[in-house]
């Protein structure tokens, strides 16, 4: 199993965030076998603030440009990306186009 973290910002609207919440509460059933379907055991997202932080669990054989290309292949997963940039905004590090950033582990306890 393999695990990684991630970060992305929402935009400082106390509206808007609620909304995220509840959609991600609420979270479309497309988008869950999607996210199944790629290899993602398991996915939580906590928030501080307007700052998402992301941690997924998942199979050895995962691959983010594989995801990607079944991302792009679904109608359903795109109308959903393209909904949730409604309330997300880049983090100012991030790429031209890129969401979630990926983040370094920098200490492990065990």
């Known amino acids: 199993m393999k695990k ?3 970060a992305l910002d929402l935009k400082d609207d ?3 965030i609620e909304e995220y919440e509840f959609r991600h509460k609420n979270i479309w059933p497309e988008i ?3 996210i199944i379907d790629s290899g993602i055991t398991n996915m939580e997202i906590y928030r501080v603030d307007n700052r998402l932080f992301m941690i997924m669990d ?5 691959d983010f440009e594989h995801k990607a ?3 792009a292949a679904n109608p359903k997963v795109q109308e959903w990306e393209e909904l949730m ?3 997300q905004q880049p983090l100012p590090i991030a790429k031209p186009g890129e969401k979630w950033v990926l983040m ?4 492990q306890l065990t």
């Open 4 to 6: 990684y973290c991630l």
């Open 14 to 16: 106390p509206e808007l």
């Open 32 to 34: 869950k076998k999607s």
């Open 58 to 62: 998942t199979v050895d054989a995962f």
């Open 69 to 71: 290309l079944l991302d």
């Open 85 to 87: 940039w409604k309330y």
């Open 104 to 107: 370094d582990r920098i200490f």
